[in-house]
């Protein structure tokens, strides 16, 4: 129970969702915007690479075609454009407004696969960040942790049912192999215990309402809405 509720605050927070793939980002997201909504929370749900319009043309460059077609460099550099188009043009002027951003990824996905995934300098990776957002960091990260295996094999077995492979083939990172996926997990896991106060684990391999009832008790408890139940 709290003294403060969400309404009189008039400042917007920034919450993003991190983790591998098959974690069910998207969907955890999504029932937690429908939780803040009925708690009279103006939400705006977004997601990286993308956001917006023209981050969104730059998400198509990272998320198709070949697992090689970009050098880590270059991949780590394009994340970057299109996360401070989305962060000037999207996110910024959500929270100024008030809003809450709940964004589906976020720069802990670039120290994560950039980073600990393809060896590219944490220290640049640092330095990139503040170059393109100075000192602005998520109010709370969510690393939704499950293995690498498990994941993957969720994330196959969702586009096999949706079709994404023949429509869309947003599954370049999926195609980099279980390896790849191991070290980035180890590094959400090593981003988590860096940085105790901003990101909380929680544990993805449990059911969709189980995962949802932990995502929300965290959230409530740290920004100090009232519970619903
Ligand atoms: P999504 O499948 O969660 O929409 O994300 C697209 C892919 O982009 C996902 O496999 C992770 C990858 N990615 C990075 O490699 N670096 C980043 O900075 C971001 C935001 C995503």
Redesign the pocket.
Known sequence: MNDQPAKKSNKGKFISFEGG?GGG?STQLKLLAIALQESDIDVLET???GGSPDAELIRTL??EGETDRWDAQTETLL?YAARRDHLNKVILPALNKGQWVLT??YAD??MA??GYGHGVSKKAIHGFYQFIAGNKQPDLTIILDLPAAEGLARADMRANEKAIKIQQK?DR??RMGLEFHSRLRDGFLDIARKNKKRCMVIDATKSIEEIQTNVRKLVFKRFRLAADE
């Open positions: 793939e980002k997601r990286e690479p990272l998320v994340h589906d990824r996905s670039t696969y950039q947003e990172y999926e």
